[in-house]
């Protein structure tokens, strides 16, 4: 649409240029300088005087036979009586009476000062010299007129009128002058030819301004037309520029500086241009044009290549000039009702200060210009169309605030206050405000029916455009000749129930591979960016930049690539989004809807999910192709329901629900109120990896593992390993998108793993438990009270049996450093202080029941606080009742840690003190204080004394040692020892 209007434009200002030009070349050649003799060196014989007629004097006769020679007259210009000025040859030629003289089949040849020839042909003339006269005073062509311009100086002769040479061809029924007057008119019908230009009128009056020899007015009569042909035209026009600079035309009549003079032109009334079918009516046409010495500035028309067949700037073998059969204007055509008036301008008009030559269509009366394309339906209103040809600009504009409009069907409406465009440089503008609305089927069903608004666009200070050039001007062959659009102030665009409020917005444009049309290739925003589509989500950013894609066979348009800068702010539901950059690909899914393919984001990225789910991060990454999610940071971080996951970089698979680390990190819960142990708080960290798949409820950590938890600051246990492998409740993901929400993620069992023995640097899995007291003479200012110390190659706990196994050899340490009271300790025998199992085989531990199987070279040390002596026990298999260890099931931890019983088996060893004893099983109850030891049949129980020179021996010992009596019973005796 752009290319018809600037076409339509420039087609019609050039088309009345180029009359205005024909029509002074013409009346100007006609009056040509007084003419005087010619220096004859050979007259010839005298014609006969009694041929002349009587009504002529002799003295008149004679004057004409001396310019008359072979039936040619001459004339030479008086000021500079060597160059002829004009001739006039004839068939012959009759004096007439009252000095009248009649010519038959003149054919007249008159040269212009600037080097032009005006060639004029009739069936006959008449004029009227007076008595004393050297030349006609009025006079007329009849019959055939035809009047030839040419360029460069052409003779009478045979080969002295040839068609190449001929810049215009003016054909009229007669022609009349009055050199008294200054005048030269017409009643007849005129018709114009000329490269590009085939143009009609009916009658003229010329005025003159002999003194100066220059046209001082030119009025038609009503009615005209003019057809142009743009190629032929622009060729004519671009080869009088270069032979003006050639001949050095402008540098003045006599070689001073040149002669300068303005004309402006008026063509009135039902002014209708066409141009292959996009037509222009205004009220009237106006031309000013600023000349050199009678012709036009070498410079007065910018050259442009507006036909080009394609781009050629890359240095190609096409011509720049080629015409374009498919794009580029055939024809145009100029009509009108009213006058062509051409005036000469004592000033230079307001329109020639930047030009030499400029045009207007206005609509004084109408109020508006309409222009107007067939094919496509499309129009624009305005108050007038102005076209510089110096400066090669085009301009529309509006009035008010109704400004222009224009309209496009199924495309789009627009109203703005104006548009100016540059033809070299391919630069336009729309200053002030404009809008810009979807309609038809551009506008979509929905908005037909009036169920949403129509797209829409709108800015508050400016448009400016950039149009393809090649060759030095705007290529209108080109499908996408119109590149850029850019709005600034403002500018609000609203799409079904999205708006996007911008500062400033660029559109880019494309050729599309379905239309001639060109398509949206991409959309820059910047500034204070805010878009709102409701339910669908909002987004602020202080850029956005916008890709676009045909896809499909219907080259449907479609984002395919979204990026944010600065500030950006996204949110949807109870989810939102904020980075400094995110970056987002689109596609259009089978249904057609567009969908993501890859997200981005970076820089201060967080991410709140409506679960409650906070995500931080450096970065952020989604495939939704692959399925997968990745934060990076320093450390990322994820947080929820009091907990925080940190690590450089997490991976997630939505497809099968793995959640994989492979990086140093983190967790922390910093708020459990509800959980099995009655932890407040508890962390983990490891140095390789994590993968957690949410399907089985399944988490390995790698590396150096740690594990702790914390009920206060007097209550702390720890983990540590090298590898940790947890089961929590599987498919918590799946139960939540059914509704369970509130469902919690439980601790099924934990996995720890220590570092293989086979390792010049093994390490043990281990597992601590420590209790605080405060003591303000610490430096810490709290004190160690009790400690469990639980290490093996690996700890396995299940939460379902609430057991937890050592499968090889390990070892248990409990510390009490409690002080109990003087009564608590004559109750029973004080196992206070340390204790410490070793075993060479496994562990099981039943959390519940306080109980402890050890199998394998079971070693028991135990020293109470103070005491020098260590009490020794090995054997092949011992279980062990502890209380004091918290329990999975919530067991009180009010009592401290420590050795309520034992029952050992298998190769019995004890020592207590300097008593050693040896026995196939023991039993010990620390509430009792007893220690039962027991041999299988056919052994017997050994205890060595230290006063006894001999072992003293039996099938069962019982020893009290809170009264450090040992009873023997053997086969229904009973023996008491010391």
Request: charged share 25%; net charge negative.
């Amino acid at each position: 649409m752009t290319r018809r209007l600037i076409a339509l434009g420039a087609a019609g200002v050039t088309t009345l240029l180029a009359i205005t030009l024909i029509g002074w070349v013409v009346f100007s050649g006609v009056t040509a300088p007084d003419p005087v003799a010619p220096i004859i060196d050979d007259l010839g014989p005298a014609p006969d005087i009694g041929e002349i007629h009587p009504g002529i004097s002799a003295t008149q006769a004679e004057r004409v036979i001396d310019n008359a020679q072979d039936g040619q007259l001459t004339w030479m210009d008086p000021d500079d009586e060597d160059r002829v000025a004009s001739i006039i040859e004839y068939e012959t030629l009759e004096p007439q009476p009252a000095g009248r003289m009649r010519i038959e089949l003149p054919r007249a040849w008159m040269y212009t000062i600037g080097g032009m020839t005006i060639y004029v042909r009739a069936d006959s003339a008449s004029w009227q010299q007076p008595p004393g006269s050297n030349q006609p005073e009025s006079g007329r062509f009849i019959g055939d007129v035809e009047i030839h311009v040419m360029e460069g100086r052409h003779e009478p002769g045979a080969g002295g009128l040839r068609d190449e040479d001929r810049l215009a061809l003016v054909r009229l029924d007669s022609l009349s002058f009055d050199f008294v007057l200054g005048e030269v008119q017409t009643d007849s019908k005129v018709s114009v030819e000329a490269p590009g230009i085939d143009a009609s009128f009916n009658g003229l009056k010329a005025i003159i301004d002999e003194a100066n020899n220059r046209l001082a007015s030119l009025r038609t009569g009503e009615g005209g037309r003019v057809q142009v042909t743009p190629t032929d035209f622009r060729e004519r026009a671009s080869s009088e520029s270069e032979a003006d600079r050639r001949s050095g035309a402008g540098d003045g009549e006599s070689g001073g500086a040149p002669v300068e003079d303005m004309y402006a032109l008026l063509l009135s009334d039902d002014v209708l241009v066409d141009v292959d079918g996009s037509t222009l009516n205004a009220d009237r046409l106006e031309v000013w044009a600023r000349l050199l010495d009678g012709r036009l500035h070498p410079d007065a028309i910018a050259p442009l290549a507006t036909d080009q067949a394609g781009d050629t700037t890359d240095g190609g073998s096409g011509s720049s000039n080629r015409a374009s059969s498919s794009s580029a204007p055939q024809s145009g055509l100029l009509t009108w009702s009213g006058r062509i008036e051409i005036r000469r301008l004592d000033q230079s008009p307001d329109e020639l200060s930047t030009q030499h030559l400029a045009g207007r269509f206005s609509s004084p009366n109408t109020g508006s210009v309409l222009i107007s394309d067939a094919e496509t339906g499309a129009s624009v209103r305005c108050l007038n169309v102005t076209h510089g040809f110096t400066s090669a600009v085009f301009s529309i504009a509006g009035r008010g605030s109704a400004g222009v409009n224009l309209t496009i069907p199924d495309l789009a409406e627009a109203i703005v206050s104006g548009i100016e465009v540059d033809l070299r440089t391919g630069i336009g503008e729309m200053p002030g405000p404009g809008v810009v609305t979807a309609v038809g089927n551009a506008a979509g069903e929905n908005a037909l029916r009036g169920a949403i608004p129509a797209p829409e666009l709108s800015w508050q200070e400016r448009c400016d455009l950039v149009f393809k050039t090649s060759a030095g001007s705007i290529d209108f062959s080109a499908p996408d000749v119109l590149k850029e659009a850019m709005f600034q102030g403002e500018v609000l665009g609203r799409y079904e129930q999205m708006t996007v409020r911008s500062d400033f917005v660029r559109a880019i444009l494309k050729p599309s591979r379905v239309s001639e049309q060109p398509t949206l290739s991409r959309i820059v925003l910047d500034g204070d960016i805010k878009a709102d589509a409701g339910e669908d989500g909002r987004l602020t950013a202080t850029r956005l930049d916008v890709h676009f894609s045909e896809v499909g066979a219907d080259a449907t348009l479609t984002p395919t690539l979204v990026t944010a800068e600065g500030r950006v702010r996204g949110s949807r539901g109870g989810s939102s989004l904020r980075a400094e950059l995110a970056e987002a690909q689109l596609h259009r899914d089978a249904q057609g809807e567009i969908a993501l393919s890859t997200f981005k984001a970076d820089s201060d990225v967080v991410v709140t999910h409506d679960s409650g789910v906070e995500a931080f991060a450096d970065s952020l990454r989604l495939d939704m192709n692959e399925r997968l999610a990745s934060l990076r940071g320093a450390p990322a971080q994820i947080r929820m329901e009091g907990g925080v996951l940190m690590a450089a970089l997490m991976e997630f698979d939505e497809e099968t629900r793995v959640l994989t680390i492979n990086a140093p990190g983190e967790i922390q819960y910093s708020d459990l109120k509800q959980n099995s142990l009655g932890y407040t708080s508890a962390g983990m960290t490891w140095t390789g990896s994590l993968r957690y798949d949410d399907t089985t409820g399944l988490a390995e950590f790698l590396g150096d593992c740690i594990a702790t938890a914390t009920a206060n600051e007097l209550i702390r246990d720890t983990a540590r390993g090298q590898r940790m492998v947890v089961q929590l409740t599987p498919d918590l993901t799946v139960e939540a998108k059914s509704g369970e929400d509130d469902r919690r993620a439980e601790l099924l069992g934990v996995s720890l793993f220590g570092m293989s023995d086979e390792l010049d640097d093994p390490a043990p899995a281990v597992i601590e438990s420590r209790r605080y007291v405060v003591d303000v003479n610490a430096a810490s200012g709290l004190r160690l009270s009790r400690l469990v110390y639980l290490e093996g190659p690996s700890v396995e706990t299940d939460a379902a049996t609430n057991t937890v196994t050592i499968p090889g050899a390990g070892q248990m340490l409990l510390e009490d450093r409690t002080n109990p009271s003087e009564e608590a300790r004559r109750a029973t025998v004080s196992l206070k202080g340390t204790t410490l199992f070793e075993w060479d085989g496994d562990v099981t531990m039943r959390r519940g029941e306080g109980k402890i199987l050890m199998r394998r070279r079971v070693r028991l040390r135990q020293k109470p606080p103070g005491a020098e002596e260590v009490a020794q026990l090995e054997c092949e298999r011992l279980e062990a009742t502890i209380g004091g260890i918290p329990s999975i099931d919530g067991s009180s931890e009010d009592d401290p840690p420590s050795l309520l019983g034992v029952d050992c088996s298998g190769a019995v060893y004890m020592a207590l003190g300097e008593r050693q004893l040896i026995a196939d099983g023991l039993h010990y109850d620390r509430l009792q204080g007893l220690a039962e030891a027991t041999a299988a049949p056919g052994n017997i129980v050994m205890l060595f004394e230290p006063t006894q020179g001999i072992p003293l021996s039996g099938s069962v010992l019982r020893w009290d040692l809170v009264r450090d009596r040992i009873e023997w019973f053997d086969a229904g005796e009973t023996t008491f020892g010391r």
